[in-house]
């Protein structure tokens, strides 16, 4: 894998949820993200499965659509916070956190800011749920993962959260949930684990 297929990876990341925000309804989007994951997994060069896992790859577990975990959220003010997380590919990557949301029958999640160049939004999750054990993420727009705002909302859906890279692979060294980020509540949706 080359930097050039990451950058397509990013690229294609990127046009998968402009389609998902032109959708229809949630549950199309869904549907379309669904299908263009499975893809990008099981024929691009930089998928994140290790190359012994694709020949038997059938299709992510995804959980189906729930609208009751869609929710517009307002970023509310938190206090300031600095976080670092050290990664063997990235180096150190820097977060600022912006605000909190307030997701009812989930819980507050942090928002994060990506304190480096271009920045950019990351919202990870963590449950004890059948999700990665690490966390999923749920937004992250620095690699194209968003879903948009409405009505001066922050469109969090956690039928779209999904293991970062390293769940997959252990070359990968990935930012996980922070206690910020850690809900006592199974998140039953989005990318499962088996």
């Keep these: 894998m080359s930097r050039l297929d990451v950058l397509d990876w990013r690229r ?8 998902v ?4 309804s949630p549950e199309a989007g869904h549907a379309l993200w669904r299908a263009g994951r499975d ?3 099981a024929t691009h060069p930089a998928s994140p499965l290790l190359p012994a896992d694709r020949a038997g790859f059938t299709g992510l577990l995804v959980a189906p ?3 009751a975990l869609r929710f517009v959220a307002e970023v509310r003010d938190a206090p300031a916070q600095r976080r670092e997380s050290v990664t063997g590919t990235d180096g150190t990557v820097a977060f600022e956190r912006i605000g909190r949301v307030e997701l009812p029958g989930v819980g507050g999640l942090d928002v994060w800011w990506l304190d480096q160049y271009g920045g950019g939004l990351f919202l990870p999750i963590k449950d004890p749920g059948r999700g990665y054990g690490g966390g999923r993420y749920v937004l992250d ?3 194209g993962a968003d879903l948009g705002s409405l009505d ?12 970062p890279s390293c769940a997959y692979d252990p070359e990968w060294a990935c930012p996980l949930p922070s206690p910020g980020n850690t809900v006592d509540v199974a998140v039953e949706a989005g990318e499962l684990v088996p």
């Design 12 to 19: 294609r990341i990127g046009a998968l949820y402009a389609a």
């Design 21 to 24: 925000r032109a959708a229809p």
């Design 39 to 41: 893809e990008l997994f």
């Design 65 to 67: 659509y729930d609208p």
């Design 141 to 143: 727009t620095v690699k």
């Design 152 to 163: 001066g909302g922050l469109v969090v859906d956690l039928n779209f959260a999904y293991p």
